[in-house]
């Protein structure tokens, strides 16, 4: 398996500007996780889903983020419109859900200018 | 409130020399346990977990963590360091809903 595969690897957008970010989940896991990573916060969970359900999003920020699941192979994170704050490393994970391992992707780096 | 705490933001450490990272938490029961690894620029990768049972798991990479009940901890030890292992390291808990909570993480530094 290739992993958790995340897309692109970096994304330089100028504020106001729409991002999206991408994540093709490892076949076969039901949980799906979208995660930020800043030095000021750490890694910080902002939804995740089972069954391509959203459960728990939370931790999304504001109105400005959304994510979707319209399959059990993909998974989008949308900023708009994206702002110089929202500059972090997004990270995408699966989990089987039987054991709680997460598997990352190697994560986006977004830098909004 | 519930938390996870990694005490040490940096450890430098010879190579060759023991390792131990520490990780503490406050939950009202004992949550699943988890530690990560992440080299720059990486993604984060499991390298060991614990549920229940013996008290001292082992991981990947010559890695383990001992769970104490009575000091709310799950600390990470190796024996002997290489320099591969310079990296940043996240104990990481979930009180069994899926939701894991990281730690701060502590970066090891790995001199020759």
């Known amino acids: 398996d290739a992993g958790v595969i995340q897309s692109p690897r970096h994304e330089v957008t100028e504020m106001g500007q729409e991002v999206t970010l991408r994540c093709k989940p490892i076949s076969g896991h039901d949980y799906l996780f979208w995660y930020r990573q800043t030095m000021m916060r750490g890694l910080e969970l902002l939804i995740y889903?089972?069954?391509?359900?959203?459960?728990?999003d939370s931790g999304m920020p504001e109105d400005r983020f959304s994510a979707k699941m319209p399959n059990a192979s993909f998974s989008t994170l949308k900023i708009q419109p994206s702002e110089p704050r929202d500059s972090a490393v997004y990270f995408c994970?699966?989990?089987?859900?039987?054991?709680?391992?997460?598997?990352f992707g190697s994560g986006t780096r977004l830098t909004v200018v | 409130a519930q938390s996870v705490t990694q005490p040490d933001i940096h450890i430098t450490v010879s190579e060759g020399a023991s390792l131990e990272l520490r990780c503490n938490y406050s939950?009202?029961?004992?949550?699943?346990l988890f530690w990560y690894v992440q080299s720059p620029g990486q993604g984060l990768q499991l390298l060991l977990k614990y549920f229940s049972g013996d008290t001292l798991v082992q991981g990947i990479k010559g890695f383990e963590a001992e769970f104490k009940r009575s000091q709310s901890s799950f600390n990470l030890r190796k024996p002997s360091v290489h320099w591969s292992d310079a990296a940043e390291y996240f104990c990481a808990v979930t009180p069994n809903d899926y939701k894991l909570s990281f730690g701060a993480g502590t970066t090891v530094t790995v001199r020759a």
């Open positions: 994970a699966s989990s089987p859900g039987t054991d709680y391992g997460y598997t």
């Open positions: 889903f089972n069954n391509n359900v959203p459960i728990d």
């Open positions: 939950y009202g029961a004992t949550p699943y």
